[in-house]
T-cell receptor, first 115, second 113 residues
Framework: DGGITQSPKYLFRKEGQNVTLSCEQN?????MYWYRQDPGQGLRLIYY???????QKGDIAEGYSVSREKKESFPLTVTSAQKNPTAFYLC??????????????FGNGTRLTVT | SQQGEEDPQALSIQEGENATMNCSYK?????LQWYRQNSGRGLVHLIL?????REKHSGRLRVTLDTSKKSSSLLITASRAADTASYFC?????????????FGTGTRLQVTL
């Protein structure tokens, strides 16, 4: 079955450490996205990529970095510069490079806890 | 700030009843989408309604869009316990090239037996 795989499901890190969240899709979608979800705040866009080797900052990119070396993969690194990294992270993809014109397909998320 | 805001924040109904959730947004849009999220899971796309559409159906779901009021509603008819989830509306800016959706804070729906 086609879909988006995020791993791991739960991730624990010590403050000051960088951590990379994995996102892989086999839907052959051009565009991929990272969202952060905090309780009561809905989803906020961190980074998005419309094509391989290109990506743009979303609304809350500070303290995060991404790469898009392959169409299928869009890993997110949470750096030590991110002041409040504990959150639920969701990766998504869309067949259309313009997100508003097509449904987003989401992975099941990674819950990151930093202590 | 969030482009879409859902109302109510939480809704509790009994199985068999209808559930209505509303979404208001601030700027012109091309499309509006509704998503469902079960606890601890990713979001699942429900319906996309275009700005030139007023109503759209999918099974027990009915979505309306009023661009003059910048609002949309999601109606779930004959609700089931399995409909218990959070529901989000999502909008994109009307630039034609916008590649990001903005999500509201969601409505938490609880359907009891």
């Amino acid at each position: 079955d086609g879909g988006i795989t995020q791993s791991p499901k739960y991730l624990f890190r010590k403050e000051g450490q960088n951590v990379t969240l994995s996102c892989e899709q086999n839907l052959n979608h051009d565009a991929m996205y990272w969202y952060r979800q905090d309780p009561g705040q809905g989803l906020r866009l961190i980074y998005y990529s419309q094509i391989v080797n290109d990506f743009q900052k979303g609304d809350i990119a500070e303290g995060y970095s991404v790469s898009r070396e392959k169409k299928e993969s869009f890993p997110l690194t949470v750096t030590s510069a991110q002041k409040n990294p504990t959150a639920f992270y969701l990766c998504a993809s869309s067949i259309d490079r313009t997100a508003e014109n097509s449904p987003l397909h989401f992975g099941n998320g990674t819950r990151l806890t930093v202590t | 700030s969030q482009q879409g805001e859902e109302d109510p924040q939480a809704l509790s109904i009994q199985e068999g009843e209808n559930a209505t959730m509303n979404c208001s947004y601030k700027t012109s849009i091309n499309n509006l989408q509704w998503y469902r999220q079960n606890s601890g899971r990713g979001l699942v796309h429900l319906i996309l309604i275009r700005s030139n559409e007023r109503e759209k159906h999918s099974g027990r779901l009915r979505v309306t869009l009023d661009t003059s009021k910048k609002s949309s509603s999601l109606l779930i008819t004959a609700s089931r316990a399995a409909d218990t989830a959070s529901y989000f509306c999502a909008t994109g800016l009307n630039t034609g090239t916008a590649s990001k959706l903005t999500f509201g804070t969601g409505t938490r729906l609880q359907v009891t037996l």
